[in-house]
């Protein structure tokens, strides 16, 4: 049987399932053991990975369950579904490699905004006080206020930042693109026969 026939085609679907699979298994137990041991002090964020590792867990039964079956409806709605978080995966890397310095401070700045147990905590960790400027009001519970040496937060947040955003654009960037082989994979494998039925049948 040749690489590009029926078998081939269906191994090939069922190992990026799996590995698909695996990746959202990793994301799960991630995001539980960040949890588990403080690294996310934020429910939203750990919620927001489960989430998306479950979503991806559900969509690879979907493409597994639809290889193994040969099943034109699953298949169908396998590919829809792929190719949607493909657009989307594919915007958001591209956004995320693209987006300038001036555009993550506002960004930053909008987060830094939003929520004090956020501040709080940056300010902890980076051991900083204010977003663009230090204030000394004792609301900042950094370290260095004590020794009045404080830097404002956004040049330290900006570096991890950048190397964040670069990090996650360029891995979705990657995995988009296989995405794009499993849509392309699973509409060859509908249009391909079952070798071992009737030859005159279709699919």
């Not at 990746?23 to 588990?36: C, D, E, F, T």
């Not at 939203?44 to 034109?72: D, P």
């Not at 370290?143 to 190397?163: E, H």
Request: hydrophobic share 50%.
């Amino acid at each position: 049987m040749a690489c590009g026939g029926f078998v081939c085609s269906r191994y090939t679907l069922l190992a990026l399932n799996i590995l698909y699979m695996l990746v959202s298994l990793l994301l799960i137990a991630g995001a539980a053991w960040g949890k588990w041991v403080d690294l996310f002090s934020s429910f939203r964020v750990v919620a927001a990975i489960i989430a998306v590792g479950v979503f991806l867990f559900f969509v690879a039964m979907l493409g597994l369950c639809g290889a193994m079956k040969h099943h034109q409806v699953l298949l169908f709605f396998y590919m829809v579904i792929l190719l949607m978080v493909f657009i989307v995966q594919f915007s958001v890397s591209c956004a995320s490699l693209a987006i300038n310095k001036d555009q993550q401070k506002l960004l930053m700045e909008i987060g830094w905004n939003k929520s004090e147990a956020v501040q709080t905590e940056l300010e902890k960790s980076l051991d900083c006080c204010g977003f663009s400027e230090v204030i000394y009001n004792g609301t900042c519970e950094a370290n260095c206020i004590l020794a009045q040496n404080c830097k404002p937060c956004s040049g330290q947040i900006q570096v991890y930042a950048d190397d964040v955003l670069h990090f996650v654009g360029g891995t979705s960037l990657f995995f988009s693109f296989t995405e794009i082989l499993g849509v392309w994979l699973a509409y060859r494998y509908r249009n391909l026969k079952e070798p071992r039925l009737n030859p005159h049948a279709f699919l």
